[in-house]
């Protein structure tokens, strides 16, 4: 079993849905939850990042992690065309955020 | 320019050729990170480093080998190139203070016929 699952999709929504991204995860070490963005051909870049259980926003975007179910979800309102990535969720057990373990990551298209 | 790079940018090469791909970061991050992303398997860490000249495995650091006598510069060998190895190869660095701190460079990807 895979530390951090996460849906592959592809998932497609149209413009201005909310759309909801999730992964689980087994390690009950981590405290760290990030999630980060990646464009075709492009490096990941950091979204969000949470620490322990809680929600954090950001603009149109909400991480949220329940640590008692193992839960980790990002949440997009107002979906935009330039939301179209791959999403990547990952957690880590340390604060210096090495071996970070990621998601396989979530094919995101947001259609016009 | 300030940031991480990451070269070539694209590589083919034969089954039993040694690659080197090169990563620079320019903020002077203390722990630096090689990384390869499959489909299915999303992104493994091969081999990452604290600081220079101290270098620990990953998850998947088999047919690799790693470096780094400058803190600027992490370099990944292929020492006998695989087609399992055919892959994205992505670089990050970062200092130690918070996920925020840690960026990824463009990848480098690479095809072993």
């Known amino acids: 079993q895979k530390e951090v699952e996460q849906d592959p999709g592809p998932l497609s929504v149209p413009e201005g849905a909310i759309v909801s991204l999730n992964c689980t995860y087994s390690?009950?070490?981590?405290?760290?939850f990030m999630w980060y963005r990646q464009y075709s051909r492009k490096g990941p870049e950091l979204l969000m990042y949470?620490?322990?259980?809680g929600n954090k926003e950001d603009g149109r975007f909400t991480a949220q992690v329940d640590k008692s179910s193992k839960y980790i979800s990002l949440f997009i309102r107002d979906s935009q065309p330039s939301d179209s990535a791959t999403y990547l969720c990952?957690?880590?057990?340390?604060?210096?955020?090495?071996?970070?373990?990621f998601g396989t990551g979530t094919r995101l298209t947001i259609i016009p | 320019d300030a940031g991480i790079t990451q070269s070539p940018r694209y590589k083919i090469t034969e089954t039993g050729r040694q690659v080197t791909l090169m990563c620079h970061q320019t903020?002077?991050?203390?722990?630096m990170f090689w990384y390869r992303q499959d489909l299915g398997h999303g992104l493994r860490l091969i081999y990452y480093?604290?600081?220079?000249?101290?270098?620990d495995k990953g998850e998947v650091p088999d047919g690799y080998v790693v470096s780094r006598s400058k803190t600027e510069n992490f370099p990944l060998t292929l020492e006998s190139a695989t087609r399992s190895q055919t892959s994205v190869y992505f670089c990050?660095?970062?200092?130690?203070?918070?996920?925020?701190?840690?960026?990824f460079g463009p990848g480098t990807r690479l095809l072993v016929l």
């Open positions: 990050a660095s970062s200092d130690n203070a918070g996920p925020e701190t840690q960026y």
């Open positions: 390690n009950s070490a981590f405290q760290y």
């Open positions: 949470t620490y322990s259980s």
């Open positions: 990952a957690g880590t057990s340390n604060f210096g955020n090495e071996k970070l373990t």
């Open positions: 903020w002077s991050h203390s722990y």
């Open positions: 480093s604290a600081a220079a000249d101290i270098t």
